[in-house]
């Protein structure tokens, strides 16, 4: 050390700096769940400072719900009323499988930002930054999720399931969503860009959630494609929410949502986690 | 168990054909602070990545406070800490909410993290910018929020990128107090830069890195009696008068005259600057008309000249950026 602080601000500046540094505090680090609710708080005060970012979870499950409904209703169950019996369950499963999506960009950000490296280079759980991320996104499904039920109750729907259909109804899909989002963490640290990542997304997004009975029966394709409708996941997932809604669980299907969503859990998780620790 | 605070042996990273690090050696004792010199692109970068962890050397090994960088990477970051050229930050949310963050994870509990995170806003001048998002924050506020971030806990090892590039004099000035009060507080300080200026300010020994490789290591001291005392540099008046002004200040002084791009312009390093005058005087005696000369400490770009013989922009030009 070769020269001395220049001015008395700078010198006072040191002396602060110098106590704030020789703090000898050595808490034990956080454990793996405390950490986790740490990124989620981290998340809900994002969108405490951009509110901008509740736009898809608000506007965009309210045109969609209005629009199928008005649009198709009439021409594939003669009136719109009856329509939505058979719609409400399907667009609560399409529009937040949709949103899912947002996760990828989010991580993305964050990599291009440097908030990853200041992040992996703390002492906790390495996949908490994810798993926060990923609950504070849950909240979102949730948000998303109570806008287009009370939008669809609002022009008619009553869920014959009652209030625990819809909750259960809920909760089942919310956990598909939180599995799914494991696939968009993944291209979220491969991809280079928010723009190639919202790309990819769509392309996977939108046969997945349109090859499926959301809004039309099974019955109703062609021979050729409905071995692939029945076999998609969302298929599967939309049998299960509209079973639980309509009251009579269909426990085939809500088991094989739970079978998909802990694969693929199983899957991602593990290339995800490869992925950031790699991550250069 | 070594004594050093770092310690590699033939570390090498690869991206593709470029070898960006390519068998670093060094011994890098504990207290006070190490310079990494080099220009864009000589992997300082790189090298500091691999020391923190974030990045998986592909040869040789690098210890770190004891600790192997590779198979023991969590007792390694339990123990240093890391401030890139940007702030690692989230923009989004408040200074003291990135603090009391940061303050949890690292294990202050309740009211302890809000404690902690406004000592520390109030030991770095933040204390009013607290509570204004990081994204409006100026260059040398964001420096000082990412390095309050990294002292959360007392690091025993900090590293430094480039921690003034992009600075303006006072926050230049503002982070260099920062860094001696680190040290005076017993943490190792393991700062990359591209200035020569900064080094020798801060620094007790330095390594200077070229092409991913030491090129050259020792004291400030060392370094600068490798390439002489000063470097005198004179821009004549007639540009056709240069080279017999170079060979005139080479008979005086000794040493090797160079040209610049800048047609008027001449270099020289100097070992006895008190000649200096005389040799001037000499010149224009001989009638070359000099319009600037001046003296000064040897710039990065000769030390690398000295070192290797080539300037530092033709190095750049042959070598790309490090991939974020």
């Known amino acids: 050390m070769t020269t001395t602080p220049t001015s008395a601000a700078a010198a006072s500046m040191d002396a602060k700096v110098r106590e704030a540094v020789g703090s000898a505090d050595r808490p034990e680090p956080v454990g793996p769940v405390a950490s986790s609710l740490i990124f989620t708080h981290r998340a809900l005060l994002k969108i405490k400072h951009v509110p901008e970012q509740l736009f898809d979870v608000t506007m965009f499950p309210i045109l969609f719900t209005l629009m199928f409904t008005y649009i198709f209703g009439g021409a594939i169950a003669g009136s719109t009323g009856q329509y939505l019996e058979y719609l409400a369950p399907g667009i609560l499963v399409q529009t937040v499988v949709m949103i899912t999506m947002y996760t990828a960009m989010t991580i993305n950000n964050d990599i291009k930002k440097g908030v990853f490296d200041r992040i992996r280079s703390l002492p906790v759980w390495r996949p908490s930054l994810m798993v926060g991320a990923l609950l504070g996104d849950t909240l979102r499904y949730t948000m998303a999720s109570a806008v287009i039920l009370v939008v669809t109750m609002l022009i008619g729907y009553r869920p014959p399931g009652g209030v625990a259909g819809v909750v259960t109804a809920v909760l089942l899909l919310l956990l598909f969503c939180f599995s799914v989002s494991w696939i968009w963490t993944l291209l979220g640290m491969k991809l280079r860009s928010p ?86 | 168990m070594s004594d050093f605070a770092i310690e590699t042996t033939g570390l090498v990273k690869v991206f593709g054909e470029h070898r960006a690090v390519d068998g670093v050696d060094l011994q890098v004792a504990p207290g006070g602070v190490y310079g990494v010199l080099g220009p864009n692109g000589a992997g300082k970068t790189t090298t500091i990545r691999m020391l923190a962890t974030l ?39 408040t200074g003291l909410e990135n603090l009391v ?65 992009g600075l303006d ?54 370094l600068k009696a490798s390439v002489g005392t000063g470097a005198l540099r004179i821009r004549v ?48 005696e001989h009638g070359v008309d000099v319009s600037e000369f001046s003296l000064g400490q040897p710039s990065l770009d000769e030390v690398f000249l000295a070192l290797t013989g080539e300037h530092v922009a033709d190095v750049e030009s042959t070598d790309s950026e490090v991939p974020a």
Do not use: C
Not at chain 1, 268 to 275: D, E, I, S
């Open chain 1, 195 to 280: 723009e190639s990542v919202m790309g990819v997304s769509m392309m996977v997004l939108f046969p997945l959630t349109f090859l499926s009975n959301v809004f039309v029966p099974i019955d109703t394709m062609p021979d050729w494609l409905q071995p692939v409708v029945e076999h998609n996941p969302v298929s599967i997932l939309v049998d299960a929410v509209r079973s639980l809604m309509v009251g009579d669980p269909h426990g085939g299907s809500i088991l094989q949502v739970l079978v998909i969503s802990g694969v693929l859990v199983a899957i991602f998780g593990p290339l995800t986690m490869r992925a950031y620790s790699r991550k250069s």
């Open chain 2, 55 to 93: 990045l998986k050397p592909d040869g040789g090994s690098a210890r770190v406070l004891g600790h192997d960088v590779v198979t023991e990477s969590h007792q390694v970051r339990s123990r240093v800490a890391m401030t890139g050229q940007f702030a690692s930050l989230d923009e989004d949310l």
């Open chain 2, 101 to 165: 963050m940061l303050a949890k994870l690292y294990g202050y509990r309740g009211t302890a993290a809000r404690d902690r995170a406004d000592q520390l806003l109030d030991a770095f001048d933040l204390t009013e910018a607290g509570t204004k998002q990081v994204k409006s924050y100026s260059g040398g506020m964001r420096r000082r929020i990412d390095i309050a971030g990294s002292i959360v806990v007392r690091p025993d090892l900090m590293f430094l990128d480039e921690p003034t590039t």
């Open chain 2, 169 to 222: 004099p006072r926050s230049r000035n503002q982070v260099w107090d920062i860094v001696r009060a680190l040290v005076g507080a017993g943490t190792t300080v393991l700062l990359t830069t591209q200035y020569l200026d900064e080094a020798d300010q801060l620094a007790d020994r330095i390594a200077v890195i070229d092409r991913g490789k030491v090129i050259a290591e020792g004291t400030t001291g060392e």
């Open chain 2, 237 to 284: 008046a007639d540009p056709a008068d240069r080279d017999r002004a170079g060979v005139l200040l080479a008979e005086a002084l000794g040493g090797e005259p160079v040209t610049e791009k800048d047609p008027y312009a001449l270099s020289l390093n100097v070992s006895s600057p008190g000649d200096v005058p005389a040799a001037l005087v000499r010149v224009r």
